[in-house]
């Protein structure tokens, strides 16, 4: 058993780097075609096992998440174009997030307002959670909003007033909503881990461009120039899908 120190700290991606390079270049150089295996241990080997399980399942869980709110919002709403407008601008969100957490905790941009300094990286398994728990606070928004755009639509109103009626009724509750669970979340900054700081960042930026850019500004624009679109589903769908009764 041989025992090597790195000069990087054991969480970091040198550190990770060293641990495949001897599990994949000079373990196999050292045993040559002969039956030894070379096995690899320690904190920095299993954060690059783990690191790259993460990075492999993120497509899936991705697209798992946005596919089954794609479906619950196509038959709750009877449409195609708005739940595939939700989850690209839902998206958009969290892509944002992403760039924020880069650039504050990999990148070292303003850490010492945060009170830490940055290790040079995201931890592995917050992307993923950060994705999900988005998503599901987002469509909450979501649903809150189109609710009330259909209930004004099928009282006979136009498509158009039906987009204002329904930010004229949520948008105060939508942007009061968003600021309590943003200082709630900023309020984790004060956490000395480093992972709850990237997780209560990224979703507080992430909220904060929900709430005010996609569904106070970009959602309601696209669906005034959508109009009657919004509500597009094809007959064969529209015939098999289940009527959902508020």
Known sequence: MVTV????????????????????????????????????????????????????????????????????????????????????????????????????????????????????HITNWVPPFLFSILFGLSMDYEVFLLSRVREYRERGGSDADAVAFGLARTGRIISTAALLMIIVFLSFLTNRLIPLKELSLGLAVAIFIDATLVRLLLVPAFMRLAGKWNWWLPGPLERIIPVIEE
């Open 5 to 120: 120190y790195p000069k990087s700290n054991e969480d970091t991606t040198a550190a990770q780097d060293l641990a495949g390079r001897i599990a994949d270049i000079y373990g196999p150089a050292a045993v040559g075609t002969g039956p030894e295996h070379i096995y690899v241990g320690g904190a920095a080997s299993a954060n690059r096992d783990f690191t790259a399980a993460v990075s492999g399942r993120l497509p899936l869980v991705i697209g798992l998440v946005m596919f089954l709110t794609f479906i619950v919002l196509m038959v709750l709403f009877r449409s195609l174009v708005l739940p595939a407008k939700a989850v690209v601008m839902t998206l958009l969100s969290v892509l944002a997030s992403y760039g924020v957490m880069v650039a504050v905790f990999q990148w070292g941009w303003a850490d010492s307002l945060l009170g830490f300094h940055h290790l040079g």
